[in-house]
Antibody, heavy 121, light 107 residues
């Protein structure tokens, strides 16, 4: 059964870089049928898509985060990662990773359980 | 970027009610619209994809429809486990976007 699990520091200092990893188990991250995404949710607020990475290596990012975000894949470890630089309190959120389905239409399923990242000194 | 305007942001309803949530896309998304349910402290769960296709295992009281750039999620005969927050999402553009969410509360 496919599972995704986020991991990384729960506390990051302002202006430092947030780094998270999503470990995929039960399926190969190298499949051309899927893409991989990061989504976040500030406390008490809605979902915000951060970015996605495709089999080809192409990446797409939320415009307002584009200058600070990098998503990459490690096929050997079956993981993909998120780096968000120069963080502020506005980046405090639960961060989810998810698999995107590249059928005729596209959706996120499944999702990881989410990990809370707090930006504070 | 494609904006998804979801309404209402919250509503109160009773068990057995019929509930309708709407998302309006800022431009054409074809039927590349999905709906998710999220309960407190949990990750979102896919309910409907391609505007109207029910994900496997999702109860048939949930349905989705599309008319132009307007997308609707309907819950017939609301059940206690349906009190949650619902989000639409467009995947027509690879720069994905979510609606702002609709929280369904118990009246």
């Amino acid at each position: 059964q496919l599972q995704l699990q986020e991991s990384g520091p729960g506390l990051v200092k302002p202006l430092e870089t947030l780094s998270l990893t999503c470990t995929v188990s039960g399926a190969s991250i190298s499949s051309s049928r899927y893409y991989w995404g990061w989504i976040r949710q500030p406390p008490g607020k809605g979902l915000e898509w951060i970015g996605s990475i495709y089999y080809s290596g192409s990446t797409y990012y939320y415009p307002s985060l584009q200058s600070r975000v990098t998503i990459s894949v490690d096929t050997f470890k079956n993981q993909f990662s998120l780096r968000l630089s120069s963080v502020t309190g506005a980046d405090t959120a639960v961060y989810y990773c998810a698999r995107g389905n590249l059928a005729t239409y596209s959706w996120f399923d499944p999702w990881g359980q989410g990990t809370l990242v707090t930006v504070s000194s | 970027d494609i904006q998804m305007t979801q309404s209402p942001s919250s509503l109160s309803a009773s068990v057995g009610d019929r509930v309708t949530i709407t998302c309006r896309a800022s431009e054409s998304t074809s039927i590349y619209v999905n709906w998710y349910q999220q309960k407190p402290g949990r990750a979102p769960k896919l309910l409907i994809y391609a505007a109207s296709t029910l994900e496997s295992g999702v109860p048939s009281r949930f349905s989705g429809s599309a008319s132009g750039t307007d997308f609707t999620l309907t819950i017939n005969s609301l059940q206690p486990e349906d009190f949650a927050t619902y989000y639409c999402q467009q995947t027509y553009s690879r720069r994905l976007t979510f609606g702002g969410g609709t929280n369904i509360e118990i009246k």
